[in-house]
């Protein structure tokens, strides 16, 4: 075996999605005028815009010529990588003005960026932890609910000074309907922030969002750690009786486009998946993988027993799989779309479904402040347990899945 492998990734997205074509296609063409009308010659700004499914959404907003194209996220090794991706390919690059900048969404700094730029007519926002390991102490629930919240709530605020009638994406994630973790409950929570109004009146914005399945090979998806752990050869890890669903990040990108510029105000865009074709048992899936690129799964229980055999294997044509139980915090068996209490709306695509907005109970505002206390002050108690029954206030329908085994725990 060579020290690393060469993995043809858009052959294993068809395979683990089970489509050699993008999903939405025919989405893309019916909403083919709308899309055309709102983004061609348009000040365009991303948030969080260096990441797996931001790249992917930039990408598409570059073939509509839009006037300005500015994309911000903390990573200035993503917003390089992203330039050259761009500036390389072979595709038209028909962008007048296209600027990155490595800037923290909700600092003070990017209070002064919006105020100094030209208003924009359309903005998408993809800055947001989205692990479940992300709950694990205080310390990273706060970090989680700051920048899926606080800053959110602090950039809503800055942006209706200068664009308050602009059209706003915010991107969500399946696990914030009927949520089982804090991470889930977190950005449900944001949902509440973008479409109640109740924190940022001014903002007269058209607001969207998306709740949609695994983006194969993502930035740290699971099937991202598959591709580094077979190129710097360690063994695989996927837990036992878990399924998902998976679209490509080019499908991500399709969602995230149409839901900014044609799904109603104040809906969430789901996708029209069938159980029974598209879930997939992830076992199933490293499966597919590892026989993909001419390897037998050798299966363990023992992370131990897996690394030690590693090359005795490899030598055999087989590759060590680690099955784990699904037995740590927040995980779900299979995903859902739609919370309890939630109604579906068609709205004229093959593909694509929406789901209409429900009032939270509480107060936003009260545990906004309540939030910002403390991370604020050094000297205020701060316990996990006492975040989650804040966040159950705002989040009723939360059923946290509590274990004292956490994914930072496993291989």
């Given at each position: ?57 930039v990408r598409l907003l ?40 490595p800037v923290d969404y ?105 709740r949609f399945a695994n ?197």
């Amino acid at each position: 075996m060579n020290s690393t492998v060469q993995i043809p990734t858009d052959i294993l997205s068809s395979l683990v999605t089970g489509r050699s074509a993008d999903l939405f296609l025919a989405d893309m063409e019916l909403c083919s005028e709308g899309i055309r009308k709102n983004i061609s010659g348009a000040r365009i700004l991303v948030i969080g815009g260096g990441g797996s499914i931001g790249s992917a959404t930039v990408r598409l907003l570059t073939q509509f010529a839009p006037r300005a194209l500015h994309v911000v996220d903390q990573s200035e090794n993503k917003l390089v990588e992203l330039v050259r991706d761009l500036r390389s390919s072979a595709d038209d690059y028909p962008v007048a003005d296209f600027r990155t900048f490595p800037v923290d969404y909700g600092s003070p700094l990017m209070h002064r960026f919006l105020a100094e730029m030209d208003s924009y007519e359309l903005v998408f926002n993809f800055a947001a932890l989205k692990h479940v390991r992300s709950e694990r102490d205080a310390y990273s629930l706060l970090q989680m609910l700051d920048t899926n919240v606080i800053k959110a709530a602090n950039f809503l605020g800055w942006l209706a000074e200068k664009s308050p009638e602009c059209k706003y994406f915010c991107v969500s994630t399946d696990k914030a309907a009927n949520p089982a973790s804090l991470m889930g409950a977190s950005k449900r929570i944001m949902e509440h922030l973008i479409f109640s109004g109740e924190v940022v009146p001014e903002l007269r914005s058209h607001v969207t969002s998306a709740r949609f399945a695994n983006v194969a090979f993502s930035d740290g998806s699971l099937l991202d750690s598959f591709l580094k752990r077979l190129q710097s050869r360690r063994p695989l890890a996927v837990p036992r009786d878990t399924r998902r669903y998976f679209i490509s990040l080019s499908e991500a990108g399709q969602i995230c486009l149409i839901a900014a510029v044609s799904a109603p105000h104040r809906h969430v865009l789901i996708s029209r998946l069938d159980q029974s074709k598209d879930l997939r048992d992830l076992e199933s899936v490293a499966c597919a993988i590892l026989q993909n690129i001419g390897y037998e799964p050798q299966f363990y229980e023992d992370a131990v027993e897996a690394k030690a055999n590693f090359e005795h294997d490899i030598e055999k044509g087989r590759y060590p799989l680690l099955l784990t139980d699904r037995d740590t915090s927040g995980e779900k068996p299979v995903e859902e779309f739609v919370a309890e209490g939630e109604k579906v709306v068609e709205i004229g695509l093959p593909n694509l479904l929406a789901v209409l907005y429900v009032p939270q109970r509480g107060s936003l505002l009260a545990f906004l402040e309540t939030i910002r206390k403390l991370i604020s002050d050094p000297h205020a108690p701060v316990n996990k347990s006492d975040i989650a029954d804040l966040i159950s206030e705002i989040v009723p329908e939360l059923s946290h899945i509590t274990s004292d085994k956490n994914l930072d725990d496993r291989m």
